[in-house]
């Protein structure tokens, strides 16, 4: 039997498109191995947002190479996407998807078997108009399923290569998102995470005024579904109907990402961002009110073009004033062919260390007060996995990390005391 090993990089998102082509590949005959095995096929699904997701996605490709020189090597996704002839030209790889047409891959990765040269199969992903909808084949190695629902978008942050990488919004037909989430309910799976790269936006480009709202119905009509969470969403795009299911359904987490990017305005402007700071804060009480107790995480990126150290300074205190649950800090990484990656006022890598050190500052002090609040409470777990010393973690429906050594069941939502802060959430024990 054939062999294929993959290799995610990046997102969530590119996480479950690996898993979908993981399928097309068992559908088709061949094993699945660990990356790190040697394997007949190597799959690297790489990541663009930044630099270092490049060069990761370059070392995989050499490690594929070195493991077995005779593999065929197959490169997908966003890096390949817009930088193709970079990957062509790199030693041993074989075959170069991008973003679209991953439905073809085992097609390609046979065609190119035995042959000279590379099969490159990148397409102009701006003509891509329909969502590339590929059935799950197998059970994904994680106790969450991500579903996703949604590919492209179309707002152009300044410093964003993800439109050019993605393309145009594009939406999964509803009927399918029920498809595919009875499959993962029947597969055993107790939550689903509904993921695109512009989530906000499902169903824009779909008859009959659908929306997010639709989505997630589809996934709660389900009775094997206990618990069912959205991916990043903008704050702008929550509506009523959103609002609504959240607050009255237990089996919505109460959890929502809407990343922030900067608390300076002059930043948000540059960024191309649709918002001030003061609309976020305002936006962000509406959701407190309609949704009572909904924990909330957020981005930042420090750093950006013409960011100075009293912009820096807005930011942190931004931040510090919003009830935010957990704060994901970036340094900002110019990506050639963005409007920011020209910007005047570029910062210094160093100067960009000392103030991602000091917004992750008070992201831990936020992260550990949330936490406490908790302190004493009993909260419903999903244990993801176990580590060699018997410590289990997962997660609630407010997205605290909960660890514990009791014999709890992995994949299974289960009843935990949260009793002490521990590492980046709670220790937890069975009443």
Not at 73 to 102: F, H
Not at 335 to 351: K, L, W
Not at 402 to 418: A, M, N
Request: aromatic content about 8%.
């Amino acid at each position: 039997m054939p062999t294929a090993a993959f290799m995610a990089m990046g997102c969530k998102v590119s996480q479950f498109e690996t898993e979908s082509m993981e399928g097309l590949f068992k559908k088709r005959g061949y094993e699945i191995v660990p990356f790190d095995s040697v394997a007949d096929v190597y799959v690297i699904n790489t990541c663009a947002v930044t630099k270092s997701g490049e060069a990761k996605s370059r070392k995989e490709i050499h490690r594929a190479r070195r493991r077995n020189p005779d593999a065929v090597i197959a490169v997908t996704g966003c890096y390949a996407q817009v930088a193709s002839d970079e990957i062509k030209s790199i030693d041993g790889v074989n075959v170069v998807l991008g973003t679209q047409d991953r439905g073809r891959i085992v097609d390609e990765v046979e065609r190119a078997a035995g042959r000279t040269g590379v099969v490159d199969g990148v397409q102009d992903i701006m003509e891509a108009r329909e969502f590339e909808d590929i059935p799950l084949y197998d059970t994904p190695k994680r106790t969450r399923a991500f579903l996703k629902i949604q590919e492209g978008c179309d707002n152009y942050c300044s410093y964003c290569i993800i439109p050019y990488a993605r393309g145009h919004q594009r939406s999964r037909h509803p009927e399918s998102v029920r498809r595919e989430a009875e499959k993962l309910a029947g597969m055993g799976f107790c939550e689903i995470v509904l993921t695109g790269i512009h989530l906000g936006t499902y169903g824009r480009d779909l008859a009959g005024d659908i929306t997010l709202a639709d989505a997630a119905r589809e996934v709660l009509a389900i009775p094997g579904i206990k618990r069912l969470r959205l991916g990043s969403l903008e704050s702008i795009e929550l509506s009523p109907e959103l609002f609504t299911l959240i607050r009255g359904n237990d089996r919505f987490a109460k959890h929502l990402h809407l990343p922030l990017q900067a608390g300076s305005d002059e930043i948000l402007h540059r960024m191309n961002r649709h918002y001030d700071t003061g609309e976020f804060a305002r936006l962000l009480e509406h959701v407190w009110h309609e949704v009572p107790g909904v924990a909330i995480s957020t981005d930042v990126i420090v750093g950006f073009p013409g960011e100075t150290e009293e912009l820096f300074e807005e930011s942190l205190d931004f931040v510090e004033s919003m009830g935010f649950t957990r704060v994901h800090v970036f340094p900002f990484s110019s990506r050639p062919g963005t409007p920011a990656a020209s910007m005047p006022g570029q910062v210094p890598e160093p100067v960009k260390k000392e103030r991602v050190h000091r917004m992750k500052e008070v992201a831990l002090r936020k992260a550990e007060a949330f936490h406490a609040s908790f302190n004493g409470r009993t909260m419903d777990v999903l244990f993801e996995a176990r580590n060699k010393d018997g410590i289990a973690d997962g997660l609630t429906g407010n997205y605290i990390r909960v660890y514990t050594d009791e014999p709890v069941k992995l994949g299974e939502i289960q009843g935990i005391k949260l009793v002490k802060t521990y590492r980046d959430g709670m220790w937890g024990r069975i009443e």
